[in-house]
């Protein structure tokens, strides 16, 4: 049993209207003929290069990250008729990628967007990190560039206050990314302890509040934030 692609790209606007999704998000099909007979639907989280290899001939990828696939095109990538042998032979394998997954968790509650802030960041006084700000302005990732590697907070400023090491995870240089509700990389549980070399926090020496926060860590070192 066959289905054309169409067809099921017309089943995904209607559960997951892209009208829905805000302007950083990369929804819809990225390659792929809508005529085309489909015989199987392959979903993952991650596009990687193993999920590509795993998908059946003639198969859909339906993918919630769909960046990394692309990664391995050619760099000359271009239309299906005009690709080089093997660019046909890594589309034939996976036939279509579709990032309609972000939307959805996004529109759902499951992914939460961090944004860029102009403020700054002070380690005893002189300048060193970069701050995100989520979407709701409940809390904020601060991030000091004065350590190797760096090493980014999670700060909670609405309601019940906290205070997390990010352990191995630096916030990126990014204007804006997003971080799923499974696997947060800030987690209370681990709060630093996969970082051997992690200036912990001191919860105790907090104070937090829109557009500042100040905190000493286990170092001594007095963390200052303003945006």
């Known amino acids: 049993m066959t289905v054309r692609l169409g067809v099921v790209i017309d089943t995904l606007d209607e559960a997951y209207p892209p009208g829905l999704a805000q302007s950083w998000d990369s929804v819809g099909l990225v390659c792929g003929d809508p005529d085309d007979a489909l015989s199987s639907v392959t979903i993952a989280v991650d596009a990687t290069a193993a999920v590509v290899d795993a998908v059946p001939d003639g198969g859909l990828l339906l993918a919630h990250w769909g960046l990394y696939a ?41 992914m939460g967007w961090w944004f860029w802030s ?27 560039t004065d350590l190797r590697p760096s090493q980014s907070y999670l700060v909670g400023l609405s309601g019940r206050k906290y205070l997390i090491h990010c352990g191995d995870w630096q916030a990126p240089r990014f204007p804006a990314f997003p ?49």
């Not at 050619?74 to 042998?85: D, G, H, K, M, R």
């Not at 002070?122 to 904020?140: E, F, K, L, P």
């Not at 549980?189 to 907090?206: E, Q």
């Open 118 to 144: 102009s403020g700054s960041v002070a380690v005893d006084g002189t300048r060193h990190g970069y701050i995100h700000i989520n979407r709701q302005h409940s809390a904020v990732i601060i991030t000091r």
């Open 179 to 227: 971080i799923g509700d499974v696997n947060a990389p800030c987690s209370i549980f681990s709060n630093g302890s996969d970082l051997p070399v992690a200036d912990n926090a001191v919860f105790s020496t907090l104070t937090a509040r829109p557009g500042f926060v100040e905190f000493h860590t286990a170092r001594g070192k007095r963390v200052t934030a303003s945006w």
């Open 70 to 110: 692309l990664l391995k095109l050619p760099q000359n990538f271009v239309s299906t008729e005009e690709a080089s042998l093997d660019t046909r032979v890594l589309l034939f394998a996976f036939a279509v990628l579709i990032a309609a997954g972000l939307t959805y968790s996004t529109v759902n509650g499951y």
